[in-house]
């Protein structure tokens, strides 16, 4: 294969200013944390230490309760992308941050208690997570400025296969302050005529491209040093969860393909079970209002049940509060419903944006149905129509469907069923309960965002498989 050389000393100019900007950015990630616990440590000097209880930790246990504020606060918001800046918008950084800062100060307050052996008084906590909720407002605000001003977005050329892949141009083009695609170049151009190109440009998009042509310009922006985003195929998902061996002197790389092991699905039910069993404490006093709102609106059912997919191909009936009108689909057919549908009830255009209406499901949890984390189970229908086009969708069958998932935080209600499908073989092959307790705080931003609860535009179930169909031929490659 033919080299080319490029701009050698441009490309270590912007090397060196993304080390940079790299660094700054954890040094403000670091500086609010910093901010935020010294903020906890006036309110708990001036309100607490007073307190016979705490007098004790007038010594150095003072800078101790300070650090694990921090280091709570640290992590919540590095588990919830809440340092960010710039990378997400700054509404989103900032309802990351807001919902972790409130976690971290109901924590902490139950700390101090344990601590007191008592109850102690319950408003100096409030009035530091009011302050603590500007602070963010005001750090999130500054650091996202600052990205903005010192970022330009650099000039991206596109490398696609098929016209299909020209849909993610028009989603980067949705953050032109981050990714501008100065340029499309078809595959069929030519890997001689394409290098030419990609010269010209500070970055790289390789999006449904054949395996030859995607492993030559794969090794050519690394050889020149130029930055590269890939769409991943079905096969890099699972390889990315592959374990590393070396046999002798040779690497590889082992793929079991069965899903969760022994130990892990142990783990995640006793996790569900816990969770669940908490959340059924404040949840039964809101399911029964929401169940009386739904039986006073019309005297129907106050439950919707329809049957889903879960591990193995298994199914089940899925339980929600009804919050559409008696006989919806009593043609048999499954229509989605759109944000102003006129079969959605009063109570349904309140507890569909909220999610509220998937509450019941904690049931389906408990009984083992489902999981809280995990692919989203779908129709028996959709399924099988999924699985005649894409044969792959029941790789996602491997582990039990959850309330919340990749697809859920990061796709759309009209996300393609393939694209749906890459999420969701993204979570099976990195699982951890970690990334399940990261998930589940970042499921509580998708209820209060709009862009999630978005009802299925134009484009039909049908049009979506097609799509993906049209996709996955190029990606069996």
């Known amino acids: 294969m033919k080299k080319h050389s490029n701009n050698l000393p441009e490309n270590r100019r912007m090397k060196l200013f993304d080390d940079i900007k790299h660094t700054l950015r954890k040094f403000e990630g670091l500086f609010e944390v910093f901010v ?17 209880s705490f007098h004790k930790y007038y010594g150095s246990g003072k800078y101790i309760l300070a650090g694990v504020y921090a280091l709570l606060v640290f992590f919540l918001f590095l588990y919830c992308d809440s340092f960010k800046y710039g990378h997400l918008k700054l509404t989103d950084v900032l309802l ?15 700390q101090l208690c344990l601590i007191a052996n008592h109850m102690v008084n319950v408003l100096p906590m409030l009035a530091l997570t009011l302050i603590d909720l500007m602070l963010a407002f005001m750090s999130t605000y ?9 970022y330009m977005p650099r000039r991206m050329v596109m490398v696609y296969g098929t016209d299909n892949a020209l849909a993610l141009k028009g989603k980067m083009d ?19 005529q394409i290098c030419l190109e990609l010269k010209k440009y500070d970055a790289v998009v390789l999006n449904d491209v054949s395996a030859r042509t995607r492993n030559d310009l794969l090794k050519f922006c690394y050889e020149n040093g130029l930055r590269l985003y890939i769409v991943p195929k079905i096969s890099d998902i699972i390889i990315k969860g592959a374990e590393e061996i070396t046999l002798f002197d040779t690497p590889l790389l082992l793929v079991k393909g069965k899903g969760l092991t022994l130990a892990q699905g142990f783990a995640k039910r006793t996790m569900d079970i816990a969770l669940c069993s908490i959340a059924m404490i404040p949840g039964i006093f809101v399911m029964g209002i929401v169940a009386l709102a739904i039986k006073l609106e019309d005297h129907g059912p106050v439950f919707y049940r329809q049957e889903r997919v879960t591990k193995d191909g298994k199914t089940f009936d899925i339980l929600k509060f009804r919050s559409m009108i008696v006989d919806a689909e009593k043609d048999g057919h499954s229509v989605p419903a759109t944000d102003h549908d006129p079969r959605i009830t009063r109570v349904g255009h309140i507890i569909r944006p909220t999610r509220l209406d998937e509450l019941p499901q904690i049931l389906n949890i408990l009984k083992g149905d489902m999981s809280i984390v ?64 990261k998930l589940i705080l970042m499921t509580l931003q998708i209820m209060l965002r709009k862009e999630s609860t978005e009802g299925f535009a134009e484009k039909t179930d049908k049009g979506a498989v097609q799509e993906a169909a049209a996709a996955m031929e190029l990606n069996r490659e």
């Not at 099988?384 to 935080?409: D, N, S």
């Not at 796709?411 to 099976?428: P, W």
């Open 96 to 110: 990351s941050q807001w919902i972790s800062l409130a976690l971290a100060n109901f924590m902490t307050y139950f």
């Open 142 to 150: 500054l650091f996202t400025r600052l990205y903005h001003r010192f």
């Open 374 to 437: 995990g692919p989203r189970p779908e129709r028996v229908e959709h399924v099988e129509k999924y699985m005649r086009e894409i044969p792959e969708f029941g790789y996602r069958l491997k582990v039990k469907g959850g309330l919340t998932g990749y697809a859920q935080i990061y796709g759309k209600y009209n996300t393609s069923a393939y694209d749906k499908l890459r999420l969701d073989l993204m979570y099976i092959e990195k699982y951890s309960l970690l990334l399940d307790v």
């Open 174 to 192: 949705t953050r032109t302050d981050k990714y501008r695609i100065a340029k499309s170049l078809p595959e069929s151009d030519g890997y001689e």
């Open 36 to 52: 935020l616990a010294c903020t906890y440590y006036l309110m708990w000097r001036t309100y607490y230490r007073p307190l016979e």
